[in-house]
C-alpha cells in the first residue's frame, strides 16, 4: 500500500508541475505508467479480496458441512447401540441353546421370536448427508481441515461392507424362515399361538437347529463387528470436530470412552481364564499362560500385550432401552477385539470371536 500511495502522489505531483507547460515525452511516459501501474494494483487488488472472500466463505461452508456430519455421527454411534447390544445377546442365547440350557418346559411357556434364535435380525442403519455435502466440495480442502477430512473419508470407506453385511444378515434370516414354512408344524402352530411337540423336539433334538443358531450369529457377528469399529472411530471424529469448532452443545452420554477413575481403577490388574476355550485367537495372542492384564492411561483402560497398551476400551454406555436385550447392569467396554463386560463379583466377560470367556480376577 505504500508503494501504491506513492506512485498516487507521484502522478499528482507531475500533473502540477506540467498543468502550465507541455509535458515531455519522459513525463508522459512516467504518468501513463503510473496510471498503469494504479490500475494493474487495483485489480489484483479486488483480485485479492474477492479471493479471500471465496475462501472463507467456502471455510465456512465446509464447517457448517462438519456440524451435519458430527450430527450423523451422533445418530450412527446411536443406531450402533442396538447392533452391539443385539450380539452380545445373542451371543449368549447361542451359548445356552449349544449347551443344551434350556429344556422342554422352557419352550412349553412360550418363547419369543428372539428366543428362537433364527428367525430376528436387525440392521445397521448409518446416515451420510454430511458425507455426501463433503464429496461434493470440489474445491482444495483448507489445509486445518485437511487431518479431519481424511478420517471422515475413511470411516465412511465402510459404507460397502455395511450395506452388504446388512443384506446378507437379513437374507439368512429369510430364507431360513422361508425353510421354516415347510415344516409340518410351522402354519398350525401359528394359527394355533402354541408351540406344538414336533416344534420343540426341532428346537431341543434337531442338531440341524444348531447348525442353523451358528450360521445366524456368524452373521450377527459380521455387523457388530462393522457397528463396532464404526462406533469407535465415529466418537473419537465428533470429539476431533468439536477440539476443531467448539462445541456447539453438550456431548451425548453415549459418546465416550471413559468412566470416572474411582470406577475404572476398580478395574485394572491382572485376569485368569477359567472358563472358555483355550485354543481361540484371543486368549492365545492377549494373555500369556491364560493371564490377561487391564491397564489404566489417562484415565482411559487398555488391554494390555508385553506390558504395551494394546488396545484402548471404549465404555459402551447405552440410551437405547430393549426389552431383548436390556441395558447391562455392569460396566461393559468395547474395543477393535470384542466386548468386555466387568462384573461386580470381579470377574470379567471377554467376548471376541467365537464363544465368550471367563476371566477371573487375581
Not at 452373521?219 to 456447539?248: C, F, V, W
Not at 490377561?292 to 508385553?306: T, V
Request: glycine share 4%; net charge neutral; aromatic share 16%.
Amino acid at each position: 500500500m505504500l508503494i501504491f500511495d506513492y506512485f498516487k502522489k507521484n502522478v499528482r505531483q507531475l500533473k502540477s508541475n506540467n498543468s502550465n507547460s507541455l509535458p515531455t515525452k519522459n513525463t508522459i511516459f512516467l504518468l501513463g505508467l503510473s496510471e498503469l501501474f494504479i490500475v494493474v494494483v487495483g485489480i489484483l487488488l479486488a483480485l485479492y479480496i474477492d479471493r479471500w472472500n471465496s475462501t472463507r466463505n467456502f471455510e465456512k461452508q465446509y464447517e457448517n458441512t462438519l456440524r451435519i456430519v458430527q450430527q450423523n455421527i451422533e445418530s450412527d454411534i446411536f443406531n450402533s447401540d442396538g447392533v452391539i447390544a443385539h450380539f452380545n445377546s445373542r451371543d449368549s442365547l447361542r451359548h445356552n441353546i449349544m449347551l443344551n440350557k434350556f429344556d422342554r418346559k422352557y419352550y412349553e411357556n412360550g418363547v419369543s421370536y428372539w428366543q428362537k434364535a433364527i428367525v430376528f435380525y436387525d440392521q445397521f442403519e448409518i446416515a451420510t448427508d454430511g458425507y455426501n455435502l463433503l464429496l461434493d466440495m470440489n474445491e482444495d480442502i483448507p489445509n486445518r481441515y485437511y487431518e479431519i477430512n481424511k478420517k471422515i473419508k475413511k470411516l465412511y470407506k465402510r459404507i460397502p461392507s455395511i450395506d452388504e453385511y446388512n443384506k446378507n444378515f437379513k437374507e439368512i434370516i429369510w430364507s431360513i424362515h422361508n425353510e421354516l414354512t415347510h415344516s409340518y408344524w410351522f402354519w398350525i402352530d401359528d394359527y394355533y399361538g402354541k408351540m406344538s411337540k414336533e416344534q420343540i423336539d426341532f428346537y431341543i433334538s434337531d442338531p440341524y437347529y444348531k447348525a442353523l443358531v451358528q450360521k445366524v450369529l456368524n452373521a450377527s457377528a459380521l455387523l457388530n463387528g462393522l457397528a463396532r469399529a464404526h462406533r469407535i472411530e465415529a466418537i473419537d471424529i465428533y470429539n476431533d470436530i468439536n477440539e476443531i469448532l467448539g462445541p456447539s452443545k453438550d456431548v451425548p452420554e453415549n459418546i465416550t470412552y471413559i468412566l470416572t477413575d474411582s470406577v475404572t481403577k476398580k478395574y485394572i490388574g491382572k485376569y485368569k481364564m477359567v472358563e472358555g476355550d483355550t485354543s481361540k485367537w484371543f486368549p492365545k495372542y492377549y494373555s500369556d499362560n491364560l493371564i490377561l492384564e487391564i491397564g489404566l492411561k489417562d484415565s482411559i483402560l487398555y488391554l494390555m500385550q508385553d506390558n504395551e497398551y494394546a488396545s484402548k476400551l471404549y465404555y459402551f454406555n447405552r440410551i437405547k432401552p430393549s426389552n431383548t436385550y436390556p441395558i447391562k447392569k455392569h460396566h461393559v467396554f468395547i474395543s477393535s477385539t470384542g466386548f468386555f463386560e466387568f462384573y461386580k463379583n470381579g470377574n470379567l466377560k471377554v467376548g471376541a470371536a467365537g464363544p465368550y470367556s471367563i476371566w477371573e480376577k487375581q
